[in-house]
Structure formats: structure tokens, C-alpha cells
């Protein structure tokens, strides 16, 4: 038996065999092509297809690991768009007449050895995106999809480190654990094991060769220990621990069909987070109470173009269909600076965060939120539709979102096309809106508390700048009082308030939340039980405040 420590990034024992997972060594040869134009226009068209990827992969990353830990595929984005990246590749391809993939690898190469030599942590990983981008395009340009292959059976993933587009790639139901030699607990592989609830180690010291291949592993992410070939007697007792969290396991499945509900009889919404229409089986499956946040901005990111009215009412209204008359709650467009699609044409901004963004973007150019608006109000005769605006910080963008979506409403009632009733509700995600929320909660139905934005504004700290993680404090007391202070004011119109962003998971605050008068939860669909769970162990009668 062979015992390897590691760090762990998440608790739970894994038994299985071990499937490595090695980087594809490219052989990037150089040659000259016959004109450095055409070798520009591959790399131009490799870059747009990159592009395309990344969006797909953000789509799928955001359904696993929330909208926070996804954003990585949009700093690739971002990045693939850089004007000294595209500018360093066209300069190799024209100054000395080589083809696309090789002038590609040069420039990744280039750039990683100049972020590496910084002194400032978060641009030391800029140098892993740079490489990760680069083999991408590198993939496309050599016609190498770069797909990981994995047998049939679950097994224990072992390797040198994976990027976060391999993770996202990997078929989840054969994953057993994630043991990696390199990494960090922010790497996209530990914060997916973390959401998805699977055993992982890093830093683990140990040669990988071949003939580890298919070895009986042990993976105790408990106590951050790996053991290979493990004796009988680690066998059994791993063996059986195991069995002891596949009952707790199976606990929580039978909470499906429950209510949630506190013991002293406090009752809490508990819906799902979505991506796009492919995530409401996942919804569905883990008992979603209805849709809290569909993310629209999807439709729009995987199009090469506007998506059409009737293209986004098929979408809207197979999700309402679906849902069997429970709420599902769309957030309109969101896009802009952070989140990118191509055909919008918008400008590079200094700071993205604060620039033209979701509903700014939309009240800029009304004939795509008229679009959007007149699919969302045909989709509500299907089943129960709620329009969500994101961004809000004032009375006045509200009551003129108000004015455009009656004018829509009033046009398709004259065409003759049916309509259902739709509730109509905002975002809390600036400091501006809390302080306003008395004011904004007599213009709505309803306010869902974006916890992501709202922090990164509050406490001024980027959340995608993971050089500023011990500044971080997601249970900051400025943000809580802020969701009191929400909470106390949309009651006072009685309308209800839900929480939508990544805090809604945190089961840490589930009691705090609830006590502050919460009304919704909207979660990862995988979160669904885990908090439905601490909702029915609460009791909430003891007099005592928040």
C-alpha cells in the first residue's frame, strides 16, 4: 500500500480505480504558407470558433459550479479579444511568414513567461489562461477537439493539474475524485468538486507514470489522504465509511416531495438557478419548487446573431410547459462588458463591471428588450412566467421598463394573440437599490437579491480577482444588513423577496436568512435537498432576533 498526502478541497471517501488524465503534447512544427494573409484569416476564424466554444463551456460551467465560478470562461473570452494578443500573433504570422498555430504558440508562450515573472499573484495565473486559450485555438487550427476520453465506469481522475476546460468537459457521473498534483482550493477543479459534492485532493506529491493506470484506489478527502493498492483492511474501512455517506445520501432523497419548512411552521420557497432550457430535467430531478433565475443571457451568448422573437418564445414557452404551471422567473438580458456576443458590437470598457450591462444595455437599444419582452409575455400563456430586471438603481429605469413592457402587451392583445398573467419584478444587486428598496417595492411584485453583485459593489472588491480572496468576505455584515433592510421593506408593501445568488446555498446563513424573513431561495439544482434539509431542521420560535 502506497500513501500520498494531499490537500483537501473537499471531505467524502472515494474507492475505485484511477484513470489518468495527461496533457496531449502538440507537435507545433513550423512552416511557410503561402500568404501570411491567409494565415491571418485561419487564425481570425480559429479565434471566432474559440470564442463560440467558450460560450457553450460558460453555459455548462454555470449549470455545475454557479454564474460566480463559471466567469472564467468569459476572462478566456475577454482575453481572446485582447488587441496585444491578437496584435503578437498577427505580428509572428506576417513578420516572419509562418502559419497560424505555430505563430499561436509562440505568442502563448511569450505571454506566459511575461506573467509568470510578475510579482502580482492574480496575473501569475493569467500565464495558465493565456496557455489555455492559445491550445485552444492551437486544437481548432490542427483540427484536435482535445475531448477527454474516460472508460465506462467511475473512476478516480488523477493528474498532473487540469485546466478549467477539461474539468467542465469530463462526464460527472464517472467522476469519483479529483487527485491533482498542482492546483490551488480556487482552482476551477476544486471549486467544482466542491459544488458537485466530489472527493478531491491537491498537491498531492506523486510521480504519475502509466503503470498507475487502472490501479484500486483509495481517496479519504476527510483527512486529505490518497492510498493506492490499499491493504484489505483500508479497503474495508473505506468500504464502509463510504457506505455510511451513501446513506446520508439517500436521507436527503427522501426529502423529495417534502415541504419546506421550518418546525415551528415557517414556509420558504426553494427553487432552482438555471442556465438554459437543457438544465430543467437537473431542476426538475432534484424537486425544484419552480425556477428562480433563468439566466436569458444564454439564448443570446450561443447565437451568432439576434436570437428571433420566435426562436426565444419556443425556448420560453417549452420552459414554462415544463414546469407544469409552477413559477419560473426569466431575468431578462444581462449581457454587456462581462459577457460578451460578438454581434452586439459593444466597446471595450475600463471597468465592465460599472459600464453598459443588462437593463442599461436594454433601455440603450429598446427594439432588442421589445423582442425579448413580446416572447416572454406570448410564452405566459403557457404556464406561469415572471419577468425579472436586472441592474436596477432607480424609480425611473423601472417605471420606464414598466411603459415599454405595457406598450408590448398592448400590441400582441391587438394582433389577437393570447397572453397570460406575468409578475413583474427587479434585482437587488446595487447598493443604490437597497437604499431605495421602500421606493422600488411600491413599482413591483417582487425583488430577488442578486448576493454576488451586491457584495463585489458593497465591499468594492472584484469577485473574478482572486488576488483579493483574503479581502473577500461573503458573510460580510455590510451585506447582511442590507438584505434585512430589503426584506423589511418589500414586506412593508408586502411583497415577497427572494435570494438568487450563490449565498442562497450557503447553509451557514440559511437560519439568518430565514429569520430576516426571506421568503425564496433559489440555488444550484444540486443545492436543492442540502437546503431543504437545514430549512426542516430549524426552528425559528425561540423569540429570539435575527
Given at each position: 500500500?502506497?500513501?500520498?498526502?494531499?490537500?483537501?478541497?473537499?471531505?467524502?471517501?472515494?474507492?475505485?480505480?484511477?484513470h489518468?488524465?495527461?496533457?496531449?503534447?502538440?507537435?507545433?512544427t513550423?512552416?511557410r504558407?503561402?500568404s501570411?494573409?491567409?494565415?491571418?484569416?485561419?487564425?481570425?476564424?480559429?479565434?471566432?470558433?474559440?470564442?463560440?466554444?467558450?460560450?457553450?463551456?460558460?453555459?455548462?460551467?454555470?449549470?455545475?459550479?454557479?454564474?460566480?465560478?463559471?466567469?472564467?470562461?468569459?476572462?478566456?473570452?475577454?482575453?481572446?479579444?485582447?488587441?496585444?494578443?491578437?496584435?503578437?500573433?498577427?505580428?509572428?504570422?506576417?513578420?516572419?511568414?509562418?502559419?497560424?498555430?505555430?505563430?499561436?504558440?509562440?505568442?502563448?508562450?511569450?505571454?506566459?513567461?511575461?506573467?509568470?515573472?510578475?510579482?502580482?499573484?492574480?496575473?501569475?495565473?493569467?500565464?495558465?489562461?493565456?496557455?489555455?486559450?492559445?491550445?485552444?485555438?492551437?486544437?481548432?487550427?490542427?483540427n484536435?477537439?482535445?475531448?477527454?476520453?474516460?472508460?465506462?465506469?467511475?473512476?478516480?481522475?488523477?493528474?498532473d493539474?487540469?485546466?478549467?476546460?477539461?474539468?467542465?468537459?469530463?462526464?460527472?457521473?464517472?467522476?469519483?475524485?479529483?487527485?491533482?498534483?498542482?492546483?490551488?482550493?480556487?482552482?476551477?477543479?476544486?471549486?467544482?468538486?466542491?459544488?458537485?459534492?466530489i472527493?478531491?485532493?491537491?498537491?498531492?506529491?506523486?510521480?504519475?507514470?502509466?503503470?498507475?493506470?487502472?490501479?484500486?484506489?483509495?481517496?479519504?478527502?476527510?483527512?486529505?489522504?490518497?492510498?493506492?493498492?490499499p491493504?484489505?483492511?483500508?479497503?474495508?474501512?473505506?468500504?464502509?465509511?463510504?457506505?455510511?455517506?451513501?446513506?446520508?445520501?439517500?436521507?436527503?432523497?427522501?426529502?423529495?416531495?417534502?415541504?419546506?419548512?421550518?418546525?415551528?411552521?415557517?414556509?420558504?420557497?426553494?427553487?432552482?438557478?438555471?442556465?438554459?432550457?437543457?438544465?430543467?430535467?437537473?431542476?426538475?430531478?432534484?424537486?425544484?419548487?419552480?425556477?428562480?433565475?433563468?439566466r436569458?443571457?444564454?439564448?443570446?451568448?450561443?447565437?451568432?446573431?439576434?436570437p428571433?422573437?420566435?426562436?426565444?418564445?419556443?425556448?420560453?414557452?417549452?420552459?414554462?410547459?415544463?414546469?407544469?404551471?409552477k413559477?419560473v422567473?426569466?431575468?431578462?438580458?444581462?449581457?454587456?462588458?462581462?459577457?460578451?456576443?460578438?454581434y452586439?458590437?459593444?466597446?471595450?470598457?475600463?471597468?465592465p463591471?460599472?459600464g453598459l450591462?443588462?437593463?442599461r444595455?436594454?433601455?440603450?437599444?429598446?427594439?432588442?428588450?421589445?423582442?425579448?419582452?413580446?416572447?416572454?409575455?406570448r410564452?405566459?400563456?403557457?404556464?406561469?412566467?415572471?419577468?425579472?430586471?436586472?441592474?436596477?438603481?432607480?424609480?425611473?429605469?423601472?417605471?420606464?421598463?414598466?411603459?415599454?413592457?405595457?406598450?408590448?402587451?398592448a400590441?400582441?392583445?391587438?394582433?389577437?394573440?393570447?397572453?397570460?398573467?406575468t409578475?413583474e419584478?427587479?434585482?437587488?444587486?446595487?447598493?443604490?437599490?437597497?437604499?431605495?428598496s421602500?421606493?422600488?417595492?411600491?413599482?413591483?411584485?417582487?425583488?430577488?437579491?442578486?448576493?454576488?453583485?451586491?457584495?463585489?459593489?458593497?465591499?468594492?472588491?472584484?469577485?473574478?480577482?482572486?488576488?483579493?480572496?483574503?479581502?473577500?468576505?461573503?458573510?460580510?455584515?455590510?451585506?447582511?444588513?442590507m438584505?434585512?433592510?430589503?426584506?423589511?421593506?418589500?414586506?412593508?408593501?408586502?411583497?415577497?423577496?427572494?435570494?438568487?445568488?450563490?449565498?442562497?446555498?450557503?447553509?451557514?446563513?440559511?437560519e439568518?436568512?430565514?429569520?430576516?424573513?426571506?421568503?425564496?431561495?433559489?440555488?444550484?439544482?444540486?443545492?436543492?435537498?442540502?437546503v431543504r434539509?437545514?430549512?426542516?431542521?430549524?426552528?425559528?420560535?425561540?423569540?429570539?432576533?435575527?
Amino acid at each position: 500500500m502506497q500513501t500520498y498526502k494531499g490537500k483537501s478541497v473537499y471531505g467524502g471517501i472515494a474507492v475505485g480505480k484511477i484513470h489518468i488524465i495527461k496533457k496531449k503534447e502538440r507537435l507545433i512544427t513550423q512552416r511557410r504558407p503561402k500568404s501570411a494573409e491567409e494565415e491571418i484569416a485561419r487564425f481570425e476564424a480559429a479565434r471566432t470558433n474559440a470564442k463560440e466554444q467558450l460560450a457553450e463551456l460558460y453555459g455548462r460551467a454555470v449549470a455545475e459550479v454557479g454564474e460566480t465560478n463559471a466567469a472564467i470562461f468569459e476572462i478566456h473570452r475577454m482575453m481572446l479579444d485582447d488587441d496585444d494578443y491578437i496584435e503578437a500573433v498577427h505580428s509572428i504570422i506576417s513578420d516572419q511568414t509562418v502559419n497560424a498555430e505555430y505563430a499561436a504558440a509562440v505568442t502563448a508562450d511569450n505571454f506566459a513567461e511575461m506573467f509568470s515573472a510578475m510579482d502580482d499573484a492574480y496575473m501569475k495565473e493569467r500565464a495558465a489562461d493565456v496557455k489555455d486559450i492559445s491550445e485552444r485555438i492551437i486544437g481548432i487550427l490542427t483540427n484536435s477537439d482535445g475531448r477527454i476520453f474516460m472508460g465506462g465506469e467511475p473512476q478516480i481522475i488523477l493528474a498532473d493539474d487540469l485546466t478549467p476546460s477539461e474539468t467542465v468537459q469530463l462526464d460527472k457521473s464517472l467522476v469519483l475524485a479529483f487527485v491533482t498534483v498542482h492546483g490551488s482550493t480556487n482552482s476551477h477543479t476544486a471549486i467544482l468538486a466542491r459544488t458537485m459534492n466530489i472527493p478531491a485532493l491537491i498537491g498531492v506529491k506523486l510521480d504519475i507514470s502509466d503503470n498507475l493506470e487502472g490501479k484500486t484506489a483509495v481517496v479519504d478527502g476527510f483527512n486529505g489522504v490518497m492510498y493506492i493498492e490499499p491493504s484489505d483492511e483500508c479497503l474495508r474501512e473505506a468500504e464502509c465509511r463510504l457506505s455510511e455517506e451513501k446513506k446520508k445520501h439517500s436521507l436527503l432523497q427522501k426529502l423529495k416531495g417534502k415541504e419546506n419548512i421550518t418546525k415551528d411552521g415557517k414556509s420558504v420557497m426553494l427553487y432552482a438557478n438555471i442556465g438554459n432550457i437543457k438544465d430543467l430535467a437537473y431542476a426538475k430531478q432534484n424537486d425544484a419548487g419552480g425556477i428562480g433565475l433563468f439566466r436569458s443571457e444564454f439564448i443570446y451568448m450561443e447565437s451568432v446573431t439576434y436570437p428571433t422573437e420566435e426562436e426565444q418564445f419556443r425556448i420560453y414557452k417549452k420552459a414554462a410547459e415544463s414546469m407544469s404551471g409552477k413559477r419560473v422567473i426569466v431575468r431578462t438580458l444581462d449581457i454587456g462588458a462581462d459577457k460578451q456576443a460578438d454581434y452586439f458590437n459593444l466597446g471595450k470598457e475600463e471597468n465592465p463591471a460599472l459600464g453598459l450591462r443588462a437593463i442599461r444595455l436594454c433601455l440603450k437599444r429598446p427594439e432588442i428588450f421589445r423582442t425579448q419582452l413580446r416572447a416572454l409575455c406570448r410564452a405566459s400563456h403557457y404556464g406561469k412566467i415572471a419577468i425579472m430586471y436586472p441592474m436596477i438603481t432607480s424609480v425611473g429605469e423601472v417605471r420606464k421598463i414598466k411603459e415599454i413592457s405595457a406598450g408590448v402587451r398592448a400590441e400582441l392583445t391587438a394582433e389577437g394573440i393570447p397572453l397570460g398573467e406575468t409578475e413583474e419584478g427587479i434585482m437587488i444587486e446595487t447598493p443604490a437599490a437597497v437604499m431605495i428598496s421602500d421606493l422600488l417595492a411600491k413599482e413591483v411584485d417582487f425583488f430577488s437579491i442578486g448576493t454576488n453583485d451586491l457584495s463585489q459593489y458593497t465591499m468594492a472588491i472584484d469577485r473574478q480577482n482572486q488576488n483579493l480572496e483574503e479581502f473577500f468576505d461573503p458573510h460580510h455584515e455590510a451585506v447582511m444588513r442590507m438584505i434585512e433592510l430589503v426584506c423589511k421593506n418589500a414586506h412593508a408593501e408586502n411583497k415577497w423577496v427572494g435570494i438568487c445568488g450563490e449565498l442562497g446555498a450557503d447553509l451557514e446563513l440559511t437560519e439568518r436568512f430565514l429569520r430576516m424573513g426571506i421568503d425564496e431561495l433559489s440555488v444550484s439544482p444540486s443545492c436543492i435537498l442540502p437546503v431543504r434539509n437545514r430549512i426542516r431542521s430549524l426552528d425559528l420560535g425561540d423569540g429570539r432576533g435575527v
